[in-house]
């Protein structure tokens, strides 16, 4: 015996299992979903960062060295 079950019965019972899941594991959803937009903000800094000209290492550590004298 073969159970089949129609796409609209699936997507019904997936939506049903997902918005349950939300609902009783919010608190880790919640930290999902936090982490996702810290990535994509992560991600716009660093292309932001790449339109501007690039300093060269040399000038990072000269004034790194004058800092610690």
């Given at each position: ?21 939300i ?44 800092k610690?004298?």
């Open positions: 015996m073969e159970l089949t079950i129609s796409d609209a019965k699936t997507k019904e019972l997936l939506t049903e299992i997902i918005v349950e899941l609902q009783t594991r919010q608190e880790l959803f919640h930290e999902i979903i936090l982490e996702a937009l810290e990535e994509v903000a992560l991600a716009d800094a660093i292309i932001e960062g790449r339109k501007n000209d690039f300093v060269s290492e040399e000038s990072i550590f000269a004034l790194l060295d004058d610690t004298k």
